[in-house]
Structure formats: structure tokens, C-alpha cells
T-cell receptor, first 118, second 113 residues
Framework: GAGVSQSPSNKVTEKGKDVELRCDPISGHTALYWYRQSLGQGLEFLIYFQGNSAPDKSGLPSDRFSAERTGGSVSTLTIQRTQQEDSAVYLC????????????????FGEGSRLTVL | AQKVTQAQTEISVVEKEDVTLDCVYETRDTTYYLFWYKQPPSGELVFLIRRNSFDEQNEISGRYSWNFQKSTSSFNFTITASQVVDSAVYFCALRNRDDKIIFGKGTRLHILP
């Protein structure tokens, strides 16, 4: 597709369930970011993938959160044993930076996945 | 450590007024990038501008202008003759050498007709 695609756009789940959020970046973009947007909290960095390098996971809030990126393209963010405080919009962004240190920061964002944990 | 502070949580101005959105950053790196993004009510963030740490020239694009001052670690954004379509949440962001891009908490701007 032309832009960053995220699915599902909305997800309602019960506390304690696992959820998977998917991001399909712009074709050819090697850099991929996940952010979490909570009301009044801005964008919280979660994880950054660059090509086949080991990702920067320094923003993941707990070991219940994990992410992978298959074949350098599609990424999945998994939240295990969801809690109510996980409710937020999860945003994915990609950019055309080809290597670490080359990301000039023009990120293309998806529309986000809104997660509600009851 | 890196940090971006947008002290103004919410601003309301009447259409055609000028408005400045403040951004203050912290970083220990000498090489870094600063950005502004716009998030309209539709929700999708849109890139507005990038500035690297070696370029302190101010930039003007139509009604938008940006003032980068390393001495005060600020990268402020001014909208001249504001319009209702400028209503959005605006985010300032910082990228260090490690490619992590950190965003401020955003400023919600209301342009009143």
C-alpha cells in the first residue's frame, strides 16, 4: 500500500488476555518504530527496528510487551496478560533510513490501533 | 538522557492571531535532529519540519516559521495569521545519534473562528 497500515484499528479485550497489533510499513522502508499514545502523555517510544539489526527495546514498559519484525517488513507488537493501564493508541511509523545513524527522522505514521482493556 | 518539554498543554487563539508553540530539549549529544509534527483531529501524525543541530538558520514556510536557538535549547514554532484548519495537536521531537526519536507531550492548539 501507499502508506503505513495498522490493524486492527480498534481492539477491545478483557484484562488478562493477550493481544497482537500489526504494522505493515511503507514498502522499502527499513526503519520501523512503535509508539504508545495515552491521553495527556504524548507519544511514548516503545521499540525501534532498523533492517536486520537487533532492535532498540529500551522503551518497552514491561516484559509483557514484545515485538518482532519478520523479513524486515511487517511488525507485530504483542502485549501479554493485558492490564487496564495498557489502554492507549499504539502507533507505528516507518522511514527510509538505511542504517543506524542515518535516520533523519521524517517518519510516516499509521492511523494507529486503539486498544481498550476492560 | 534526552528529553523534550512542551510546557504549553493547550492554547486557544482567535483566528488570524499569531501563535507560538514552545519546545525545549535536553541532550548530551552534539549531533542531533529536531522535528515538529502535526496531529489533526483525524489522528494521523504528519511531519512538518526537520532541523539538524549544525543549522541554526530560522526557517519560514508560508505562515509557518521555526526559531532554533542552541543557546537556550529551544526550537519554537510560530503560526502567523492562524486559521481554523491549524487546529491540531503539535508535537516537538528530538533524535540523538542512537536513532531513538523522543516526542514531547504535545500542545493542543484551538483556533477559534
Amino acid at each position: 500500500g501507499a502508506g503505513v497500515s495498522q490493524s486492527p484499528s480498534n481492539k477491545v479485550t478483557e484484562k488478562g488476555k493477550d493481544v497482537e497489533l500489526r504494522c505493515d510499513p511503507i514498502s522499502g522502508h527499513t526503519a520501523l518504530y512503535w509508539y504508545r499514545q495515552s491521553l495527556g502523555q504524548g507519544l511514548e517510544f516503545l521499540i525501534y527496528f532498523q533492517g536486520n539489526s537487533a532492535p532498540d527495546k529500551s522503551g518497552l514498559p514491561s516484559d509483557r510487551f514484545s515485538a518482532e519484525r519478520t523479513g524486515g517488513s511487517v511488525s507485530t507488537l504483542t502485549i501479554q496478560r493485558t492490564q487496564q493501564e495498557d489502554s492507549a493508541v499504539y502507533l507505528c511509523a516507518s522511514s527510509s533510513a538505511e542504517r543506524w545513524g542515518a535516520n533523519t527522522g521524517e517518519l510516516f505514521f499509521g492511523e494507529g490501533s486503539r486498544l481498550t482493556v476492560l | 538522557a534526552q528529553k523534550v518539554t512542551q510546557a504549553q498543554t493547550e492554547i486557544s487563539v482567535v483566528e488570524k492571531e499569531d501563535v507560538t508553540l514552545d519546545c525545549v530539549y535536553e541532550t548530551r549529544d552534539t549531533t542531533y535532529y529536531l522535528f515538529w509534527y502535526k496531529q489533526p483531529p483525524s489522528g494521523e501524525l504528519v511531519f512538518l519540519i526537520r532541523r539538524n543541530s549544525f543549522d541554526e538558520q530560522n526557517e519560514i514556510s508560508g505562515r509557518y516559521s521555526w526559531n532554533f536557538q542552541k543557546s537556550t535549547s529551544s526550537f519554537n514554532f510560530t503560526i502567523t495569521a492562524s486559521q481554523v484548519v491549524d487546529s491540531a495537536v503539535y508535537f516537538c521531537a528530538l533524535r540523538n545519534r542512537d536513532d531513538k526519536i523522543i516526542f514531547g507531550k504535545g500542545t493542543r492548539l484551538h483556533i477559534l473562528p
